[in-house]
């Protein structure tokens, strides 16, 4: 069965630190990943994807992710967290033969503080 | 361009009622999903639409669920009857394709059964 993973319920990071949010897939072939971030009693809202080419993804408000085959993650960086940031975070994964079939990772609670 | 809309934002019903919640997805997007979110938890999906056909309804409890997109724009998402495990967040979506397109979420109905 595919499936996606977030090991972390909770990241904890100071203001300024560099942070990192794990994924890991299980998709076969090649999929295509994402993040999305969810604020309090609100939708889900796209950051970034991977479909193919370069490793390195960049997406919106500064937060980039990192494609590695070899290890199937996707995890979801920022070089300056900001307390802004703090938000639910979800990793999601599809086959390329059903595309817009997500499968969600179980979140990931970031928490920057001051 | 105006967001995925839903409505209402919150319902509380009593066991064994009926209930219904509607989405009007961004205009233009051909592919409209209805996904579960249960608390502390990532989205599942429920149902998917190309314009008006269900393309994908694995994964909806047809004995209670029913879901409809008439003329391939809006759609409602009915529970009938509704039991205390349908307490949850019901979140709609919307793509312009199947394929690697991210979704856009609606902020989602919190349905409370007691």
């Known amino acids: 069965a595919q499936s996606v993973a977030q090991p972390e319920d909770q990241v904890n990071v100071a203001e300024g630190n560099p942070l990192t949010v794990k994924c890991t897939y299980s998709v076969s072939g090649n999929p295509y990943l994402f993040w999305y971030v969810q604020y309090p009693n609100r939708g889900l809202q796209f950051l970034l994807k991977y479909i193919t080419g370069d490793n390195l993804v960049k997406g919106s408000y500064g937060f980039e992710a990192e494609f590695n085959k070899s290890q199937t993650s996707f995890h979801l960086k920022k070089p300056s967290a900001l307390v802004s940031d703090s938000a639910l975070y979800f990793c999601?994964?599809?086959?390329?033969?059903?595309?817009?079939?997500?499968?969600f990772g179980q979140g990931t609670e970031l928490s920057v503080k001051p | 361009e105006a967001g995925v809309v839903q409505s209402p934002r919150y319902k509380i019903i009593e066991k064994k009622q009926p209930v219904a919640f509607w989405c009007n997805p961004i205009s233009g997007h051909n592919t409209l999903y209805w996904y579960l979110q249960n608390l502390g938890q990532g989205p599942e999906l429920l149902i998917r639409?190309?314009?008006?056909?269900?393309?994908?309804d694995s994964q909806l409890p047809k004995d209670r669920f029913s879901a409809e997109r008439l003329k391939g724009v809006d759609s409602t998402l009915k529970i009938q009857p509704a039991e205390l495990g349908d307490s949850a967040v019901y979140l709609c979506?919307?793509?312009?394709?199947?394929?690697?397109?991210?979704?856009?979420f609606g902020n989602g109905t919190r349905l409370t059964v007691t």
């Open positions: 999601a994964g599809s086959h390329r033969n059903q595309g817009g079939k997500l499968i």
């Open positions: 639409y190309e314009n008006e056909e269900a393309v994908d």
């Open positions: 979506a919307s793509s312009s394709d199947r394929g690697n397109s991210p979704l856009h």
